[in-house]
């Protein structure tokens, strides 16, 4: 058994505060994360970060899925800094998990300077965040 194995193997006996669902999500929003920095590389100057805006629920029905994925996204800065993607600075929201509150944080957050809106995996939330961002 490989090291790497017995060290699974080990974390599962000691009872993982983490689900299958909740890792599998936060590696999802890390690949959102990640999947809008390569169009932006050319175009960022090394001295302004890229301001990010983290549209989740971290309140109400979904919080507990929107805070897996802030883990997420928060662990994949310092991965995507060592695979010389530009700084990026998150700029968060919480819709909790109501579409009308999306609309008016993701406003929020354009106001503030986002230059990317990420998250807001409820579809409901999406469409209104989308709306948002293309007027």
């Known amino acids: ?4 194995a017995k ?21 999802a929003a890390a690949g959102a994360v990640a ?3 390569p169009w932006y590389i050319k175009n960022a100057r090394a001295a302004d970060p ?23 996204a928060d662990a994949a800065l310092p991965i995507l800094k060592n695979l010389g ?3 990026m600075k998150f700029m968060l929201a919480d819709f909790e998990t109501k579409v009308d509150i999306a609309r008016t944080q993701t406003a929020k957050l354009i106001d503030e300077g986002a230059q990317i809106i990420v998250g807001a995996f409820d ?6 965040a989308a709306q948002v961002c293309e007027q």
Not at 123 to 128: D, E, L, V
């Open 1 to 4: 058994m490989t090291d790497n």
């Open 123 to 128: 579809s409901g939330a999406t469409m209104a």
């Open 35 to 37: 999947s809008v920095g």
């Open 50 to 72: 890229l301001k990010v805006g983290v549209l989740l629920p971290r309140s109400g029905g979904q919080a507990q899925i929107g805070i897996d994925c802030q883990r997420g």
């Open 85 to 87: 993607y530009p700084e």
């Open 7 to 27: 060290k699974i193997k080990s974390e599962k006996k000691t009872g993982s505060t983490i689900s299958r669902r909740q890792f599998t999500t936060g590696v």
